[in-house]
Each structure stands twice: as C-alpha cells, then as structure tokens.
Nanobody, 120 residues
Framework: QVHLVESGGGLVQAGGSLRLSCAPS????????MGWYRQAPGRQRELVGM???????NYADSVKGRFTNSRDDADQTLYLQMNDLRPEDTAIYYC??????????????WGEGVQVNVIS
C-alpha cells in the first residue's frame, strides 16, 4: 500500500501564503494524477487542484489565480502554493494520488490531511 506524507499546514492571516507538500512514502512507477482536495466543517470534500498525465492542471474556480500546483518528479513530491489566502480557505486539505506501483498495479491513495486555518 502506498501511503502519502503531507506537510505544510498551519495558521495564517488573510492575505498570507502557505505551501503544502505531499509525497508517496516510497517511490512508485508512475504518477497518473496527483492533487489536493479540501473539506471545511459541515461541507463536502471538494477538489482544489489536480495535476494529470502530461502536466495537465485544473483548479477549482474559487482558487484560480491564487493557488498553484507543481511537482518535483525527481522525488515525486507535489506542492500546493497558496497565496492571498482567505478565511473561506480554512479546511483540512487532503492529498490524492493515483498511479502505478513498481509491480505495475493501479492504485489510489489519500493522505491523512493537513489543517489550514486562515484568520481575518
């Protein structure tokens, strides 16, 4: 099983920035999709941003222009740079990864989540 290691959450004032990171616990054969979802209290989990094969990127409308996904393929680490944070960005952020293991088996995994709190 592939576990995801996340870091970078915290408390920040509105207008500030944070960077989240996520990497698989062991190197995998291929990343198909890797991205972030978030869930605020009392709300459903929603897509924040996703990177797909061919470096295709898509983002939720609410974060376009403020959040950027990037990936370091050398260590298979995904970064989410979050700028101009707003109180409504407060949520638990979950990393998601779908890919192939070194045994060429398809899988998908979720991280345990990191808390992001934005205060006004």
């Amino acid at each position: 099983q592939v576990h995801l290691v996340e870091s970078g959450g915290g408390l920040v004032q509105a207008g500030g920035s944070l960077r989240l990171s996520c990497a698989p616990s062991k190197r995998i054969f291929r990343i198909e999709r890797m991205g972030w979802y978030r869930q605020a209290p009392g709300r459903q989990r929603e897509l924040v941003g996703m990177m797909s094969t061919g470096d295709k990127k898509n983002y939720a409308d609410s974060v376009k222009g403020r959040f950027t996904n990037s990936r370091d393929d050398a260590d298979q680490t995904l970064y989410l740079q979050m700028n101009d944070l707003r109180p409504e960005d407060t949520a638990i952020y979950y990393c998601y990864l779908a890919g192939l293991t070194n045994q060429l088996r398809g899988f998908d995994s979720w991280g345990e989540g990191v808390q992001v709190n934005v205060i006004s």
